[in-house]
């Protein structure tokens, strides 16, 4: 099983900046794609950005050259660095991660519980 805990949400100004984190732990043998997706009020679940475990990156076209997407594969941490934030980017933030859990064994998908970004115009 893999767990993973999110953190660095809140409120903040239009204009200002949030950075998320969130770490995965329990037992694995690796982390593959890893990713951040948002869920607005009366929206739909939708992917922010990804990140591959050879740090390949994809964004969402609404956040492209505002959020930056990174990991850490020592810590099993992927990060999304938000900047320029705007009132529609208000939304529960999620984490994603797809993991292997034993050497040449199937793949399955995690979600973390959520961290709330409120941004105030």
């Known amino acids: 099983q893999v767990q993973l805990v999110e953190s660095g949400g809140g409120l903040v100004q239009a204009g200002g900046s949030l950075r998320l984190s969130c770490a995965a732990s329990?037992?694995?043998?690796?982390?593959?794609?890893m990713a951040w997706y948002r869920q607005g009020p009366g929206n739909q679940r939708e992917r922010v950005a990804e990140?591959?475990?050879?740090?390949?990156?994809n964004y969402a076209d609404s956040v492209k050259g505002r959020f930056t997407i990174s990991r850490d594969n020592a810590k099993n941490t992927v990060y999304l660095q938000m900047n320029s934030l705007k009132p529609e980017d208000t939304a529960v933030y999620y984490c994603?991660?797809?993991?292997?859990?034993?050497?040449?064994?199937?793949?399955?998908?995690?979600w973390g519980q959520g961290t709330q970004v409120t941004v105030s115009s």
């Open positions: 329990g037992s694995f043998n690796s982390i593959n794609t």
């Open positions: 994603y991660a797809i993991a292997t859990i034993r050497p040449g064994g199937n793949m399955y998908q995690y």
């Open positions: 990140i591959s475990d050879a740090r390949s990156t």
